[in-house]
């Protein structure tokens, strides 16, 4: 394994042990350690728990400002019922800010979510 020396911080990796020269962090971890790649994947997927977290609030408050913004759109509630039924209780409007979150949440991911440590592998191997 090259640079096998990690920064749990910043996810350098470097020749030898000691002080990350990327950041700065006073230790790098040993990556042929099994415990420390099993570190690595936690706190990948950590971070990417904490994000989705983030992306779902945003992608609901962006669905329910986009559909409550078109309620006040001359001729939107016109639409409903001539171009598709509409459904009791609002849900299909409901339907719609979830489709609208959903994709934030999906489309955010690809944009925003980069690993940590993206040279580890899900089986804990490293490239
Ligand atoms: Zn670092």
């Not at 020396?5 to 350098?12: F, H, L, M, P, S």
């Not at 039924?85 to 409901?94: C, E, N, R, T």
């Amino acid at each position: 394994m090259t640079n096998p020396w990690v920064c749990i911080d910043c996810g350098a990796r470097q020749e030898e042990q000691g002080a990350c020269r990327a950041c700065g962090h006073e230790d790098t971890l040993d990556a042929r350690d099994e415990k420390v790649r099993e570190l690595m994947r936690d706190v990948d997927m950590r971070l990417s728990d904490r994000r989705e977290g983030r992306l779902r609030f945003l992608g609901v408050g962006i669905g329910m400002v986009i559909i409550f913004g078109l309620w006040t759109v001359p001729g939107y509630w016109s639409l409903r019922g001539t171009l598709y039924p509409g459904l009791p209780l609002f849900i299909d409007q409901w339907a719609f800010m979830a489709i609208i979150a959903f994709g934030v949440i999906k489309g955010g991911e690809k944009l925003f979510f980069k690993r940590r440590f993206p040279y580890l592998k899900d089986d804990l191997s490293m490239a």
